[in-house]
T-cell receptor
Framework: EDKVVQSPLSLVVHEGDTVTLNCSYE??????LLWYKQEKKAPTFLFML??SGIEKKSGRLSSILDKKELFSILNITATQTGDSAIYLC???????????WGLGTSLAVNP | ETGVTQTPRHLVMGMTNKKSLKCEQH?????MYWYKQSAKKPLELMFV???????ENNSVPSRFSPECPNSSHLFLHLHTLQPEDSALYLC????????????FGDGTRLSIL
């Protein structure tokens, strides 16, 4: 059965800390891995990864995919209170292009 | 403004009521989706529409009935719901296909009395 596991489930840090969020997957016919940030409302798209070893970067956020070990990490450096959110990972897989979602990591950044 | 607008934002209804959720996207996307988000569960995909045609129905009970009159509008008609249907219902769209970046609406928080 296809599955996506995110860790940790929750995390509390102080402003300025660096955090690393993990997304592991076991799927048939991997196509893509996507990261989203969900604050109180709509999830917003962060990154889409399809190739191993190529880092995607946007400001203080970066992400990389390891297709051999079947995981991706999302790094946030110099965290700010505005980074507090749930970070969702989803993996596109299968010939029918389905999307499997993880439970998310709830990040709280304290001032 | 996310480009995907959902109404209403909140809805409280009894189990015998009939109501509809509305979603509209202004992004020129060809695919639209309904998701259910419940506490401590992954996002559950309910329905998929590509170019106005329903391409996926993930074993959703018939008390949920989708409608896609054109590629910009999506409805979810609700009737005879159960308390366990209380959740956040999210609409999303993408250019093509589930495994492409999706744009989400802010959701409708549904409470069944």
């Amino acid at each position: 059965e296809d599955k996506v596991v995110q860790s940790p489930l929750s995390l509390v840090v102080h402003e300025g800390d660096t955090v690393t969020l993990n997304c592991s997957y076991e799927v048939t016919n991997f196509r893509s891995l996507l990261w989203y940030k969900q604050e109180k409302k709509a999830p917003t798209f962060l990154f889409m990864l399809t190739s191993s070893g190529i880092e995607k970067k946007s400001g203080r956020l970066s992400s990389i995919l390891d297709k051999k070990e079947l995981f991706s990490i999302l790094n946030i450096t110099a965290t700010q209170t505005g980074d507090s959110a749930i970070y969702l990972c989803a993996v596109g897989a299968g010939n029918n292009r389905k999307l499997i979602w993880g439970l998310g990591t709830s990040l709280a950044v304290n001032p | 403004e996310t480009g995907v607008t959902q109404t209403p934002r909140h809805l409280v209804m009894g189990m015998t009521n009939k109501k509809s959720l509305k979603c509209e996207q202004h992004l020129g996307h060809n695919a639209m989706y309904w998701y259910k988000q419940s506490a401590k569960k992954p996002l559950e995909l309910m329905f998929v529409y590509n170019f106005k045609e329903q391409t996926e129905n993930n074993s959703v009970p018939s008390r949920f009935s989708p409608e896609c009159p054109n590629s910009s509008h999506l409805f979810l008609h609700l009737h005879t719901l159960q308390p366990e249907d209380s959740a956040l219902y999210l609409c999303a769209s993408s250019l093509q296909g589930l495994d492409q970046p999706q744009h989400f609406g802010d959701g409708t928080r549904l409470s069944i009395l």
